[in-house]
């Protein structure tokens, strides 16, 4: 009977998670360079998220420091942002994952979590990027493209590379979900 009051609880617990999270990021995902898988409605349930496609040698490269910037200065109120290296804009991030992953903790102290190297672009995106594409209206068309999600996980904005992590805009709608 305790084994059985265990399991429901736990089961409870799991639905409380996924209720509290749209099928947007019901998704697995696979930490950059590693080989376990995350779901990311339960790692990241009831956060503030910021969705990054990134690139190690693009000209928006450096707004790396600006997203930790904003990591640091806001992850203690409930923001994360979630990184995912893709090579489809101008073969712009071509190496290796570790590669990826050392240039990012190297070069600009990058703590935020980082993801496995993907697909954004419409027509191969992989399915999570297919599905922050179609709940936008837009795709990425370019590195840094960025999705803001609020606190269930549903869609808030979209904002394109030009679009840097210091803009007023972008700030302001953070600070608004936080």
């Given amino acids: 009977m305790k084994h059985l009051i265990i399991f429901l609880f736990l089961m409870l617990a799991n639905f409380s998670v996924q209720a509290n999270c749209s099928q947007l990021l019901n998704i697995e995902v696979r930490a950059l360079a590693g080989q376990e898988k995350i779901n990311l409605c339960e790692t990241y349930a009831d956060k503030v998220v910021l969705i990054v496609n990134t690139a190690s040698k693009c000209g928006f490269t450096p707004q790396y420091d600006g997203l930790e910037a904003l990591y640091e200065k806001y992850k203690h109120r409930g923001l994360v942002i979630l990184g995912f290296p893709s090579n489809d804009f101008g073969q712009q991030e071509p190496g290796s994952e570790k590669q990826i992953a050392d240039f990012c903790r190297l070069t600009y102290g990058v703590k935020f979590p980082m993801f496995e190297k ?31 999600l609020n606190r269930r996980g549903e869609l808030v904005k979209s904002f394109n590379s030009k679009i840097t992590p210091q803009d007023v805009k972008l700030i302001e709608e953070i600070e608004t979900l936080l």
């Fill in 118 to 148: 993907t697909q954004v672009r419409k027509h191969h995106a992989d399915e999570l990027y297919q599905r922050l594409g179609k709940a936008a209206g837009e795709f990425p068309l370019w590195n840094f493209h960025k999705y803001l």
